[in-house]
Structure formats: C-alpha cells, structure tokens
C-alpha cells in the first residue's frame, strides 16, 4: 500500500476549482473555508446545541459497523443535547450521528454555512452533519449516490483517507453495497492480498478546512477528537457514476436489505467470497509475468523439433 498526501490550497476560486480539481476527479484539501463565512468562528459545540438541543435525533452503535450491510436503522433516538455533551467533553463512545439534515430541522443555520460557492448546484441546499467522539472511526465506503462530498470540519480534527474508485476490487468492495470490511489502520496482507496493490491518500482536516471528494472515491475516517462536519453535494458529471448512483439506491440497496433479512450472516459471508474472487482475478493479472525458462537441449533433439 503507498500512501501520499491530499493537495492543500489556502483559497480557491470556483473557476480554478473547476478546472483543477473538479473536471480532473482530483481530491484537495481548502484549508480555512468555513473562515469565509459566520460558521467559522460562531459553530461552537455550545452554540450548536443551543439552537438544535431539543431536535430527537437518531444515533447508530458504530460498533455495528461490521455487518456488511448499510445502517439504516437507528440504534436509539435521544435528544440532541444529550449526544452532544459527550462530544463536548471529548470522551471516548461508539455513538455517532450521520446524515443529520440539519437544515430542516433549524433552517435559520443555513445562513451560517450555505452551500460554498464552488460547490453550487441543484443539490446545495441539502447540508448534512456528521457527528462523532474521539476515536470513532467510519468504516471505508463510498457514499451510495456517487456524488461529488465537499466536507467541511468543526471543532476537532478529523483524519481521512482517500483511495480512488480504480481500485474497488483490490480493496474487497462487498457486491451490492459500497461498503469494504478491511481496515486500512491494520491491513491484513494474508485475508486481503489486493491491498499491497492500493496506493491511498489522506490528511488531517482541522476546524474550519473543507475536503473535496470526488465522486465515487472510498473514504476511511477517524475521529482524532470529538467534533462535526457538514457536507455539501454535487451531482456526478459523468454519466456513468450518475447511473452507478442510481442502480445503487434503487436495485442494490433493496436487494441487499432483502437479502440480509433472509440469510443474515450467511449472505455477509457470500458477499465476502464473491469480493475475494474479483480481487484474485485482479492480482492475477498483475502479477509480474514469470519469464519462460529455456532448458537445455541438445543440437539432434534442436533439428527434429525444427523440422
Ligand atoms: O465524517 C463522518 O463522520 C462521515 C462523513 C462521510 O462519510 C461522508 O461525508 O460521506
């Protein structure tokens, strides 16, 4: 596995965003944006919970993270103030909160944080929060609409790291989902050999940086603090990720809902074997070719075989 860093850029405008980033599918990191706008120094952990600490909210177990299946189903419903207090006093817990669509629940936040000029589009007035304790870690995926993320950090640091879309295979992405359950902090060479094959990128993203992530790109986060990010989508360009988008949330994820309530561990284990073989086929063919090896033979045997 090699590993590289994610390009930093202090400020960029939508017109150079465009070209050298979003048109070439290429991650950076804009260090500093939620500084241009009042979120940057008005979404303290205290403030949040000010406006939102009465909303119920749904918390998953991240500790049922391994299942092979997206999580769906809340594990507890608590007020919002309640959740956040552990964050705020940077203790360790497995609760987390995603897709907290915060905007419809308190609208007067959007004003804080709307959607960053280079990031425009139809899909700029959804803003979703993720929110989680120190050392939670989000198991690799890729977000299910294969849209392109802008994530921006509040309060903590966040580490991510990116591997490109090539190499879903290699990194044993379960059929019918886009979840993997290798871990990129201990890869397992033996279990998961197409991970010597992967190059991945990451960074650290502090209070108030912004990650691009192209569309389709896997992502594998951990939480170095308690903190939140919000992100922003942007509908995939080509059209082939738009239609993997669109099988995914319409054919895949219902099957592989069915299929899970009928076969249970039995199907994560099916699912497991099929991602094991597509790797292997992989690594098959890039293996270095072992050269032919000529045997010795001699000058009569040489004059049959040419004639
Ligand atoms: O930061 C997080 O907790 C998860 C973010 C994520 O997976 C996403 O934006 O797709």
């Given at each position: 596995?090699?590993?590289?860093?994610?390009?930093?850029?202090?400020?960029?405008?939508?017109?150079?965003?465009?070209?050298?980033?979003?048109?070439?599918?290429?991650?950076?990191?804009?260090?500093?944006?939620?500084?241009?706008?009042?979120?940057?120094?008005?979404?303290?952990?205290?403030?949040?919970?000010?406006?939102?600490?009465?909303?119920?909210?749904?918390?998953?177990?991240?500790?049922?993270?391994?299942?092979?299946?997206?999580?769906?189903?809340?594990?507890?419903?608590?007020?919002?103030?309640?959740?956040?207090?552990?964050?705020?006093?940077?203790?360790?817990?497995?609760?987390?909160?995603?897709?907290?669509?915060?905007?419809?629940?308190?609208?007067?936040?959007?004003?804080?944080?709307?959607?960053?000029?280079?990031?425009?589009?139809?899909?700029?007035?959804?803003?979703?929060?993720?929110?989680g304790?120190r050392d939670i870690?989000?198991?690799?995926?890729?977000?299910?609409?294969?849209?392109?993320?802008?994530?921006?950090?509040?309060?903590?640091?966040k580490?991510?790291?990116?591997?490109?879309?090539?190499?879903?295979?290699?990194?044993?992405?379960?059929?019918?989902?886009?979840?993997?359950?290798?871990?990129?902090?201990?890869?397992?060479?033996?279990?998961?050999?197409?991970?010597?094959?992967?190059?991945?990128?990451?960074?650290?993203?502090?209070?108030?940086?912004?990650?691009?992530?192209?569309?389709?790109?896997?992502?594998?986060?951990t939480y170095m603090?308690g903190g939140?990010?919000?992100?922003?989508?942007?509908?995939?360009?080509?059209?082939?990720?738009?239609?993997?988008?669109?099988?995914?949330?319409?054919?895949?994820?219902?099957?592989?809902?069915?299929?899970?309530?009928?076969?249970?561990?039995?199907?994560?284990?099916?699912?497991?074997?099929?991602?094991?073989?597509?790797?292997?086929?992989?690594?098959?063919?890039?293996?270095?070719?072992?050269?032919?090896?000529?045997?010795?033979?001699?000058?009569?045997?040489?004059?049959?075989?040419?004639?």
């Amino acid at each position: 596995m090699k590993t590289s860093s994610i390009d930093t850029v202090s400020d960029i405008s939508p017109e150079e965003f465009k070209k050298q980033f979003l048109i070439p599918q290429k991650p950076v990191v804009i260090k500093g944006l939620a500084g241009q706008y009042p979120a940057g120094n008005k979404w303290t952990i205290d403030y949040i919970k000010n406006v939102c600490g009465d909303v119920m909210v749904d918390v998953f177990d991240n500790s049922n993270s391994n299942k092979g299946s997206a999580y769906t189903i809340a594990d507890l419903k608590m007020p919002f103030r309640d959740y956040v207090t552990t964050i705020e006093e940077n203790k360790p817990t497995t609760l987390r909160m995603f897709l907290f669509n915060m905007f419809k629940s308190k609208p007067e936040l959007r004003k804080d944080f709307p959607c960053p000029a280079i990031f425009k589009g139809i899909l700029g007035r959804i803003g979703y929060m993720f929110f989680g304790a120190r050392d939670i870690k989000v198991r690799i995926h890729q977000d299910i609409d294969m849209s392109n993320v802008l994530l921006t950090q509040f309060y903590g640091r966040k580490k991510v790291v990116l591997v490109h879309p090539k190499y879903s295979e290699l990194l044993y992405k379960l059929p019918y989902n886009t979840y993997s359950l290798v871990d990129l902090d201990h890869p397992d060479y033996e279990k998961y050999p197409g991970l010597k094959y992967i190059e991945v990128q990451e960074c650290v993203l502090e209070h108030g940086d912004a990650l691009y992530m192209p569309s389709g790109y896997w992502h594998f986060i951990t939480y170095m603090d308690g903190g939140f990010s919000v992100s922003y989508r942007k509908i995939a360009q080509s059209f082939k990720a738009k239609w993997e988008g669109i099988l995914n949330l319409a054919v895949y994820m219902p099957f592989d809902k069915i299929m899970n309530k009928l076969q249970g561990e039995k199907w994560v284990l099916k699912k497991e074997w099929m991602a094991q073989q597509r790797a292997n086929r992989i690594i098959e063919k890039l293996k270095p070719e072992t050269p032919a090896i000529e045997l010795p033979i001699n000058p009569q045997e040489k004059a049959t075989l040419a004639a």
